[in-house]
């Protein structure tokens, strides 16, 4: 038989000590305390083994005696370990155990840490999953808890991050919503305000995307009565082009406003990906050439 390794003996020195009976009324709690720190130790010697599926295991162990003694702070911390353990290869359960920290973070008042760990769940969502509709919202929540606690410019991102997914999503309403929202905070700061051209080209895209010349003209009017810079823009003549063309019915021209912007511009997947969704509009037209 193969000797045990450190962290299997520390485990089932832990276990032993968590399921120990006697002394339930006077040292139940110094009973879980003891455990906790023993399944602490195991999960950091699975760590040194590159066991990471055992490691977040003894951690969510430990989390659980640190919650049996209300250690709220550490029960959240033992979460967050357990999380960064199964990030190495089992996202699911590393937002399982993310959400568990949320929940301690969250009632401890810890709101702009509980944004932190949500935007890591978004994160997880977008790069290990693909679930982008899940990665959302995880985003909008984590925007909504930096927002609550004066992290704008954090909250934006996640804002923006999010509308980016919707629009993949083609939930373009939901997309400019949140574009909006963003270019309309970063207009009030001088450091800030050069993005928002940016924000309105990609809130006139998805606009565009869902068919819609007459908004897109009106929405085009509004933002430069917001900042009439806006109109000198090339981000405004571009969808200003885009918007002609598809009026026009004419692929041509359509192809010919992309083709000059990226020029000068390049453009990225994201744009990429909506422009084309534009042009597949235009040539499914009825009627049109």
């Given at each position: 038989?193969?000797?045990?390794?450190?962290?299997?003996?520390?485990?089932?020195?832990?276990?032993?000590?968590?399921?120990?009976?006697?002394?339930?009324?006077?040292?139940?709690?110094?009973?879980?305390?003891?455990?906790?720190?023993?399944?602490?130790?195991?999960?950091?010697?699975?760590?040194l083994e590159k066991q990471f599926k055992e490691s977040?295991?003894?951690?969510?162990?430990?989390?659980?005696?640190?919650?049996?003694?209300?250690?709220?702070?550490?029960?959240?911390?033992?979460?967050?370990?357990?999380?960064?353990?199964?990030?190495?290869?089992?996202?699911?359960?590393?937002?399982?155990?993310?959400?568990?920290?949320?929940?301690?973070?969250?009632?401890?008042?810890?709101?702009?840490?509980?944004?932190?760990?949500?935007?890591?769940?978004?994160?997880?969502?977008?790069?290990?999953?693909?679930?982008?509709?899940?990665?959302?919202?995880?985003?909008?929540?984590?925007?909504?808890?930096?927002?609550?606690?004066?992290?704008?410019?954090?909250?934006?991102?996640?804002?923006?991050?999010?509308?980016?997914?919707?629009?993949?999503?083609?939930?373009?309403?939901?997309?400019?919503?949140?574009?909006?929202?963003?270019?309309?905070?970063?207009?009030?700061?001088?450091?800030?305000?050069?993005?928002?051209?940016?924000?309105?080209?990609?809130?006139?895209?998805?606009?565009?995307?869902?068919?819609?010349?007459?908004?897109?003209?009106?929405?085009?009017?509004?933002?430069?009565?917001?900042?009439?810079?806006?109109?000198?823009?090339?981000?405004?003549?571009?969808?200003?082009?885009?918007?002609?063309?598809?009026?026009?019915?004419?692929?041509?021209e359509y192809t010919a406003a992309v083709v000059e912007?990226?020029?000068?511009?390049?453009?990225?997947?994201?744009?990429?990906?909506?422009?084309?969704?534009?042009?597949?509009?235009?040539?499914?037209?009825?009627?049109?050439?």
């Open positions: 038989m193969p000797a045990k390794s450190q962290a299997q003996t520390l485990l089932e020195k832990a276990d032993k000590k968590a399921t120990s009976t006697g002394g339930w009324f006077s040292s139940a709690n110094s009973k879980f305390e003891e455990a906790g720190d023993l399944y602490q130790q195991a999960a950091n010697a699975f760590k977040g295991d003894a951690f969510a162990r430990e989390a659980e005696c640190r919650e049996k003694c209300k250690e709220t702070l550490d029960a959240g911390n033992a979460w967050w370990n357990a999380a960064k353990a199964y990030k190495r290869g089992y996202p699911e359960l590393a937002i399982q155990a993310l959400q568990q920290t949320i929940s301690h973070l969250a009632a401890g008042g810890r709101f702009r840490q509980a944004a932190d760990r949500e935007k890591e769940i978004a994160q997880i969502y977008l790069q290990e999953t693909s679930d982008l509709s899940r990665a959302c919202d995880s985003f909008l929540r984590a925007g909504d808890w930096y927002a609550e606690e004066d992290a704008t410019a954090t909250a934006n991102q996640c804002y923006k991050d999010a509308a980016d997914l919707y629009a993949e999503l083609d939930k373009f309403p939901q997309a400019v919503t949140l574009y909006e929202r963003v270019a309309n905070h970063s207009l009030t700061s001088n450091l800030t305000k050069y993005s928002v051209k940016e924000y309105w080209l990609k809130a006139l895209l998805c606009i565009l995307a869902m068919g819609d010349t007459v908004t897109a003209g009106r929405s085009e009017q509004k933002y430069i009565g917001q900042d009439n810079t806006f109109s000198a823009t090339r981000e405004y003549k571009f969808a200003s082009a885009l918007r002609e063309s598809i009026e026009h019915g004419d692929v041509g912007f990226d020029r000068i511009t390049k453009l990225d997947n994201w744009k990429t990906s909506i422009l084309l969704k534009i042009k597949k509009s235009i040539q499914e037209e009825p009627g049109l050439t």
